[in-house]
């Protein structure tokens, strides 16, 4: 017999404040850059999170989460209250899990190559339906992390362009671990240049609506350096468990 799951009623408490207060620090850091606090969007990433502690943010109002693993999310969508919630995957994906995912959620974030790319184009084509996604930019240029280098960028998406079943959105980073949050800003800055630049070249079939960039220890400095979209995780729902 399985064993019931039983709630931490201080992780749900803690969960909750969390929530409120990352959801001030955003506007506040909004606020301070000068940009209007409903262009900010929070993620809550939900990697490794249970469903009750997830379910008590989206309770709060939140209406967008992020998972990082393909099998991870799907085996715990049924056991969220997903209505009306926009559900991204943030993670590296492989080529062989994309037929796993195409459809399952409202945007890919981590296409990190224009050979996933195409791989999405193909299953998403088959399917009759169109993916949204975001580029991930090797800010860093660091060989542990995937991402298209920002001098490939361009060129990368004029080839995307024609990908049929493919929508671009705009871009997304995981910067290097930065020591201070100036450092973190040179390279959310960098990131926001790409993102004008990109935008201004109106490539057909690519749209620069979403910067996708900063987690729990920088979000503030990405929103700061005009983030669009924070991808929040352990600022909220507590340090994550590996099992």
Do not use: W
């Amino acid at each position: 017999m399985t064993e019931k799951f039983l709630p931490d009623e201080n992780r749900l408490k803690a969960a909750e404040e969390n929530y409120k207060r990352v959801l001030e620090s955003i506007k506040e850091s909004a606020v301070k850059a000068g940009r209007n606090e409903q262009d900010v969007r929070l993620m809550c990433v939900t990697k490794t999170v249970e469903p009750v502690y997830i379910n008590k943010v989206l309770e709060l109002g939140a209406d967008l989460i992020g998972e990082n693993r393909v099998q991870e999310y799907l085996g715990k969508r049924d056991a969220l209250n997903l209505s009306g919630v926009e559900r991204h995957l943030i993670g590296h994906l492989q080529t062989n899990k994309v037929r796993q995912i195409v459809g399952e959620v409202d945007m890919i974030e981590s296409v990190s190559s224009l050979k996933l790319a195409k791989e999405i184009s193909k299953v998403s084509s088959a399917r009759g339906i169109e993916t949204k996604c975001l580029v991930e930019v090797n800010i860093g240029k660091e060989e542990s992390k995937s991402g298209v280098y920002a001098e490939a960028l361009a060129e990368t998406l004029y080839e995307m362009a024609g990908l049929k079943g493919l929508k671009v959105e705009g871009l997304m980073t995981i910067p290097p671990v930065c020591e201070n949050e100036k450092e973190a800003r040179r390279y959310f800055a960098e990131m926001r240049q790409y993102f004008i630049d990109i935008k201004d070249k109106k490539i057909d079939n690519i749209n620069m609506n979403i910067l996708s960039m900063g987690m729990s220890g920088d979000y503030e400095a990405a929103v700061a350096e005009g983030s669009n979209i924070v991808r929040v995780g352990s600022a909220i729902f507590g340090a994550r468990k590996y099992f």
